[in-house]
């Protein structure tokens, strides 16, 4: 609970719109409450001081590594991206299941045995509400299960915060602290070469035109930009692809080796001038057989040279395309 509190107080300066979202403190203290009534019940019923919480502690770190991720139960949520949401059904099974648990705990009743002789009657006096309470976690795993997954998709926001001037790119208002850095970005894509490139009028963060538009808009992947830089690049490309008549996707001997390598060293080209700098050392991935040194190398010649380098690929792409 301590650890809630201080990650919510140190995010308030950088949060946007709508935070904190209570769900997700629902859902933290939901768990807490859970785990924390199961270990006062094992400790109700069992004698010893040590066996007690190594059963319920480290039976809840099993169940939680197990089988606790979203995809599963889900109790926890590892991430809390903005175009999605706590499903309101799911966090109310899982706060009905706490406060079941809360509640047995409460009522629990300690129950030891005086005396071997009535062993028969510790058995049944105990036996009854351990067999009750195992099939109590039965029907709340299988209620957790029912109600899965945990998170779901958010509506599109009908207000986002985007840059100004053309083109836009536009944020959930949860990431406005990334606003200044989109506004960069959107200056440098002004000043790309002319003439080699169509830009579209506006980029969108996920989620904010829905499930349609999932693989065409970027995403903030660790809360870097470098992974959006590459979403434009790639729409950049995409929009600046001849569509004329005789024009095609390449296919057969039109795939060249000339027309890969050229397609692949423009997206990343585009995503460091887009970025302002190179790919971070902890974002990996990239096109296969691009040389990026010798391309960062390219990001501090003359704006002529660049536009040279580029141009010779752009025609290469031309050719593959149209013939």
Not at 1 to 28: D, E, K, N, Q
Not at 54 to 77: C, D, E, Q, R
Not at 90 to 102: D, F, G, K, P, Y
Request: net charge neutral; proline share 7%.
């Amino acid at each position: 609970m301590i650890g809630i509190i201080v990650a919510s107080v140190v995010s308030l300066a950088t949060a946007g719109s709508g935070y904190p979202w209570p769900s997700y403190l629902l859902l933290g203290a939901a768990l807490l409450i859970g785990f924390a009534s199961v270990g006062h019940i094992a400790g109700s019923w069992i004698k010893s001081q040590f066996t007690a919480p190594l059963v319920s502690g480290f039976g809840s770190l099993i169940l939680i590594a197990w089988a606790g991720s979203p995809t599963a139960l889900g109790l926890y949520a590892i991430t809390g991206s903005p175009f999605q949401q706590v499903s309101p059904t799911a966090l109310t099974a899982r706060c009905l299941v706490a406060v079941i648990l809360a509640t047995a705990a409460i009522l629990v009743q300690r129950r030891f045995p005086v005396a071997n002789s009535r062993m028969r009657n510790k058995l049944t006096s105990r036996g009854v509400p351990m067999a009750a309470f195992c099939a109590l976690l039965v029907v709340s795993v299988l209620g957790l299960e029912a109600t899965s997954p945990l998170q779901e998709d958010r509506a599109g926001s009908p207000t986002p915060v985007c840059t100004g001037g053309n083109p836009k790119i536009c944020l959930w208002s949860e990431d406005q602290k990334y606003l200044a850095e989109a506004n960069s970005m959107a200056e440098r894509m002004q000043k790309l070469p002319a003439g080699s490139f169509v830009i579209p009028e506006a980029f969108f963060e996920r989620g904010l035109r829905g499930r349609g538009h999932t693989y065409q808009d970027f995403y903030i992947l660790e809360g870097s930009m470098w992974d959006p830089s590459e979403t434009l690049a790639s729409g950049i490309l995409y929009a600046s692809r001849p569509s004329g008549p005789g024009c095609s996707f390449p296919k057969g001997p039109r795939m060249t080796e000339n027309f890969r390598t050229s397609d692949s060293e423009l997206l990343v080209w585009l995503s460091m001038r887009i970025f302002g700098g190179t790919q971070p050392s902890d974002m990996h991935g990239g096109p296969p057989g691009v040389d990026s040194g010798a391309i960062t190398q390219l990001l501090s010649q003359p704006e002529d040279t660049q536009a040279k380098w580029v141009q010779e690929r752009v025609e290469a792409i031309h050719r593959a395309y149209c013939g």
